[in-house]
Each structure stands twice: as structure tokens, then as C-alpha cells.
Nanobody, 125 residues
Framework: QVQVVESGGGLVQPGGSLRLSCTAS????????MAWYRQAPGKERELVAA???????????EYAAGVRGRFTISRDNAAKAVYLQMDSLRPEDTAIYYC???????????????WGQGTQVTVSS
């Protein structure tokens, strides 16, 4: 199995910063993609940022329009970890943030999605 654990959520004032961390463990051959999603009350889960492995040294990254320029996703492939640095936080960033890991458990198998339990981020004065 693959386990995904997030940490780093909390309460922060508007304009503040938080850093989320996520680590994958278990039987893993390769992780093509790691991403952060969020779900606010009454809304659907949405992609925040994603980092996909590429043939080059740098990962391909993408951001939701509403967080581009404020959030930064980064990966530590050796540690099977992904981070989300969130700056200039706004009340509308309040949500449960979920880590998503797309992993291949063994050579020749297809990738599967694995999710963490979520971590609450609340932006309020």
C-alpha cells in the first residue's frame, strides 16, 4: 500500500504564510505526479498546484489561476515529498487541503491515485 500524510495547516491572518508538507511512503516504484487540491465548504474539490516529473532535472509545474504568484509547489523526489508554500493568504484560500500522489507501485503497473486525509487551512483575522 501507499500512505500519504500531510501536515502544516492551521490558522493564519490575511496576508500571512503557511507551508504544507506531504510525504508518501510504502511500496513505490516511481511517482509521476504530486499535487495539492483543496475543498472549501459547499464547493467541489479543485486543483491548487501540481508538479509532474519530467526527463529534465526540473519538474513541470502548474497552478490554479487564483494562486499563481502567491503559492509555490516543490518536490523532494528522494524523500517522496511535496511542499506547498502559501504566501499572501486570503480568506478565500480557507479550505481543507489534500495531497494527491500519483504513484506506480512496481515496474509494469499502471499509476494509481492516492490521497492524504487533508489538513485544514483557515485564513481569518
Amino acid at each position: 500500500q501507499v500512505q500519504v500524510v500531510e501536515s502544516g495547516g492551521g490558522l493564519v491572518q490575511p496576508g500571512g504564510s503557511l507551508r504544507l508538507s506531504c510525504t508518501a511512503s510504502g511500496t513505490i516504484f516511481v511517482i509521476p505526479k504530486m499535487a495539492w487540491y483543496r475543498q472549501a465548504p459547499g464547493k467541489e474539490r479543485e486543483l491548487v498546484a501540481a508538479a509532474a516529473s519530467s526527463d529534465s532535472d526540473s519538474d513541470r509545474v502548474e497552478y490554479a489561476a487564483g494562486v499563481r504568484g502567491r503559492f509555490t509547489i516543490s518536490r523532494d523526489n528522494a524523500a517522496k515529498a511535496v511542499y506547498l508554500q502559501m504566501d499572501s493568504l486570503r480568506p478565500e484560500d480557507t479550505a481543507i487541503y489534500y495531497c494527491n500522489v500519483v504513484a506506480v507501485r512496481s515496474w509494469g503497473l499502471i499509476p494509481h491515485d492516492y490521497w492524504g486525509q487533508g489538513t485544514q487551512v483557515t485564513v481569518s483575522s
